[in-house]
């Protein structure tokens, strides 16, 4: 099993950047997958995820109306869409998969993780 982000960069306040995951061993229609960032000297926190269940979609607070986050079967690959990126939004930023096909909130309950992609967000 493995998970591969790309799309991450360098880019102003107020842009855009989206945000590949390719799966590979198994399935995004078999289990959820969550995007997480951490940025330096914080906790890693969740940002968004899919559940495979049912298709339903969470968001943290701070990233609600901003970002999207989507899949495709057929490429096998999970996105994150994040438009009026902020200063703040700057972070390493992981993709992971649960055993389950459903999202949990908590960083621990996820088995597999990508090996993160930088997202810079300048003022």
């Known amino acids: 099993v493995q998970l591969v982000e790309s799309g991450g960069g360098l880019v102003q306040a107020g842009g855009s950047l989206r945000l590949s995951c390719a799966a590979s061993?198994?399935?995004?229609?078999?289990?959820?997958i969550a995007w997480f960032r951490q940025a330096p000297g914080k906790r890693r926190e969740g940002v968004s995820c899919?559940?495979?269940?049912?298709?339903?979609?969470d968001y943290a607070d701070s990233v609600k109306g901003r970002f999207t986050i989507s899949n495709n079967d057929a490429k096998n690959t999970v996105y994150l869409q994040m438009n009026s990126l902020k200063p703040e939004d700057t972070a390493v930023y992981y993709c992971?998969?649960?055993?389950?096909?459903?999202?949990?909130?908590?960083?621990?309950?996820?088995?597999?993780w990508g090996q993160g992609t930088q997202v810079t967000v300048s003022s």
């Open positions: 992971a998969a649960p055993q389950s096909p459903h999202c949990t909130p908590y960083d621990h309950e996820y088995d597999y």
């Open positions: 061993g198994f399935t995004v229609d078999e289990y959820a």
């Open positions: 899919i559940s495979s269940a049912d298709g339903r979609v």
